[in-house]
């Protein structure tokens, strides 16, 4: 059974004829100028996922295979990722879900605890995106390094 209303529902503010409604909120406009923050590249890191664990060498297949990212090249800011292409190969459990993983450990006592040169991992990683991708940039290296 339908509710009736005994008055009819009405604007609080008359509009005139023909004038459309001002928005309440403003319609948010498109960057004019390039975003800031750190570089991103969903083809790098969908390429990270290809590749085995680092620490144990698992390949994509047989476990998950997370893009974790690092401070290899350069610490971040609070609450902001680095850059994509500090990203290294890790299973899900060296990345999230074990003892030993990356986020429980944090970053210097996780590459302690596996013996893992990051920075040469990191810089051998960026070298063969390079030689798989379209070829090296204008200055020959990955953006943000």
Request: charged share 25%; net charge positive; glycine share 10%.
């Amino acid at each position: 059974m339908p509710l009736r209303r005994s008055v009819p529902l009405r604007r609080s503010a008359s509009l005139k004829r023909g004038m459309a409604p001002k928005r309440l909120v403003p319609v948010r406009k498109k960057r004019l100028d390039p975003r800031r923050g750190p570089d991103r590249s969903a083809d790098y890191l969908a390429w990270i996922r290809t590749l085995g664990c680092v620490v144990c060498g698992r390949p994509p297949g047989s476990v998950l295979i997370e893009a974790a990212h690092t401070n290899a090249l350069g610490p971040r800011g609070l609450g902001q990722k680095s850059t994509d292409f500090s990203a290294i190969p890790l299973c899900s459990g060296h990345h999230r879900q074990d003892r030993d993983s990356y986020h429980l450990m944090g970053e210097e006592p996780f590459l302690r605890a596996h013996a893992i040169d990051l920075e040469g991992i990191v810089r051998s990683l960026q070298d063969k995106f390079l030689k798989i991708s379209c070829g090296p940039t204008k200055t020959g290296t990955m953006p943000g390094t």
